[in-house]
């Protein structure tokens, strides 16, 4: 490969199949000579049409890129780009389950094609268009009668974790965080609840599952594994079946948290004020044209939708899994193609992960972002957890390009009452002025307004650059 | 009996001495009669011998497990599958009546 323009993507290199890099801001796949009876089967079954006609993968076209000298190399690919990648951390219960099922789905497909999925990893699923997609090409292999390989993986990235969202906490996606290939199956047999072993695909593809990673830790020395053994077709569909029904078995009721019902409970808007807003932060983030929106604290996404409604790309972040898994369930109700519902906790962002800090991205190197929404949201970044106004203005100033629409609430407003009834008032700086003061390094101050029928002041800044 | 199918009998029995293990570390006897039938079925539904390449590690523990406990859910499978065709002759029946009707 030649060099000056071309970066190659820092999360491909396991798969000698192929890897990916971007060229002038495109992302392209190269696919290599080791793996050209795959990629071209994947064609020639007609498999890669199956799986872009029920939107399972994302879609490519073959290009000629002089750029490219690598002898390694068979072909290029430029799959569809997409806006946004998120990680399965940051997904709701539903999301994570959706996409479990989409593999699944993807290796039956393929297996009626002669073919079937060698890694079952949930990177590998973004969503697009609001339904979970399989962006990875080349996981295709020709099938051969043999366990399915990434069985252990769909276990640790999908099961597993769902499991512990629905049997015992929906938080416990953050293990995600934690083990980037993936939740070790003894800890989630350790997690889980007795009675999850009364569910038979729990207790096979998890407890006896763990049971016997265990048993096999340690390799003993002059005893080896015979991993000939291959299996049945019939036995590989009991397996996939049997998986479809454990993930399809776990479910997550809804329950109250403090932000789920933040609108219709909790917030300090009559329904004029709230058009109003509606209007003033639409026309505010307009004037910027804005490709592509951050709704930081976004909730359920009621202000996100003023953008995705008319076709722009807008991610809504929220830090309650449940305000996310609400959005994700309107999100596919009204099949959106625009809104991204996604977790994210502001006070401890998505970290840079994986294999020299660079195999999946922090938040901020995601962006930045044309425009940044941050409605209600720097009262509790200061006041609930301590953060200077300033350090919040440079955050701010790390994700947004163009600039930003937000919201300040003055101590004045209830729901800052709230927030200091149980503390002491250290807060000297959180004045009106002094939120200006911590901004204007960092922003140029365009226009602001009171919301009508409020205490509080809407922002449109623009960033320096 | 179990390994005079078109499998190594040997191999057959490992794979019963191995879930049995299995089995009584991660669930303690209660579906043991159940899981026997499965394990039947795990044999039955059996296995050949073909080389594995992969970039992947399966991971051995995985890979044991998994040649264990897919026969079993392939019998499961094959009588779910088999249920489902005879509800699909019923229901196709009871229409093809009540349009006569």
């Keep these: ?465 | 009996m179990i390994g005079t199918y078109w499998l190594p009998k040997h191999r057959g029995i490992c794979m019963m001495r191995y879930m049995k293990l299995h089995i009584s570390q991660a669930f303690p006897s209660t579906l043991s009669k159940a899981v026997d039938v499965g394990l039947v079925m795990a044999v039955i539904f059996g296995l050949t011998l073909k080389p594995s390449y992969a970039y992947l590690d399966p991971n051995t523990g995985s890979y044991m497990i998994q040649m264990a406990i897919a026969g079993a859910f392939a019998g499961l499978f094959a009588i779910k599958s088999f249920w489902t065709q005879i509800k699909t002759f019923i229901n196709a029946k009871l229409r093809s009546r009540q349009k006569k009707s």
């Excluded at chain 1, 962002?349 to 995601?366: C, V």
């Excluded at chain 1, 953060?387 to 003055?410: D, Q």
């Design chain 1, 1 to 465: 490969m030649s060099s000056a323009l071309i970066t190659p993507d820092t999360a491909s290199f396991r798969d000698p199949s192929g890897h990916i890099f971007r060229l002038n801001h495109i992302i392209y796949r190269q696919v290599n000579l080791s793996y050209k009876q795959n990629y071209d089967l994947l064609l020639s079954s007609g498999l890669y049409q199956a799986l872009i006609d029920a939107r399972l993968l994302v879609a490519h076209s073959e290009v000629k890129l002089k750029e490219i000298s690598d002898v390694a190399a068979y072909t290029i690919i430029k799959p569809d780009q997409l806006p946004i990648i998120s990680y399965p951390y940051e997904w709701s219960f539903s999301q994570l389950q959706d996409a479990a099922l989409a593999t699944l789905q993807i290796q039956k497909i393929a297996l009626d094609y002669g073919m079937g999925l060698k890694d079952a990893s949930a990177y590998n699923i973004q969503f697009v268009d609001g339904r979970p997609t399989l962006i990875d090409t080349l996981s295709f292999e020709a099938y051969e009668q043999r366990p399915w390989v990434a069985y252990n993986q769909f276990c640790q990235h999908f099961l597993g974790p769902l499991a512990l969202m629905s049997l015992v906490d929906v938080r416990l996606n953050r293990l995600l965080r934690e083990y980037i290939d993936g939740v070790p199956l003894d800890l989630v047999a350790r997690l889980l609840p007795g009675k999850a072993r009364l569910k038979p695909s729990l207790l096979a593809h998890i407890f006896l599952h763990a049971s016997s990673q265990l048993k096999h830790a340690k390799p003993q020395p002059g005893k080896k594994v015979d991993k000939t053994l291959t299996m049945s077709r019939r036995s590989l569909d009991g397996l996939i079946d049997s998986l479809h029904s454990g993930v399809s078995g776990l479910s997550f009721s809804i329950p109250k948290t403090e932000w789920a019902d933040y609108y219709a409970a909790n917030n300090n808007y009559l329904d004029k004020a709230m058009k109003a807003k509606h209007k003033m932060v639409f026309d505010y983030a307009k004037a910027m044209k804005p490709k592509v929106v951050w709704d930081l604290g976004g909730n359920t996404g009621q202000f996100s939708r003023l953008f995705s409604d008319k076709g722009i790309t807008t991610v809504c972040w929220d830090i309650d899994p449940v305000a996310v898994e609400m959005n994700y369930q309107l999100v596919k109700k009204n099949n959106e193609k625009y809104l991204w519902p996604a977790l994210q906790d502001f006070t401890n962002p998505s970290p840079a992960l994986g294999w020299n800090h660079q195999e999946r991205l922090s938040l901020s190197e995601r962006g930045p972002v044309d425009v940044v929404l941050a409605l209600a949201l720097v009262h509790h970044m200061a006041i609930a957890n301590n953060v200077p106004l300033e350090k919040v203005a440079t955050f701010m100033h790390s994700l947004t390009k163009k600039g930003l629409v937000i919201e300040f609430i003055p101590k004045q407003d209830s729901q800052v009452q709230l927030l200091l009834s149980s503390r002491q008032d250290i807060f000297d700086t959180y004045t009106k002025e002094g939120f200006e003061a911590a901004f204007r390094p960092y922003f140029t101050i365009n226009e602001s307004k009171l919301i009508p029928g409020t205490k509080r002041w809407l922002y449109r800044m623009s960033t320096h650059r």
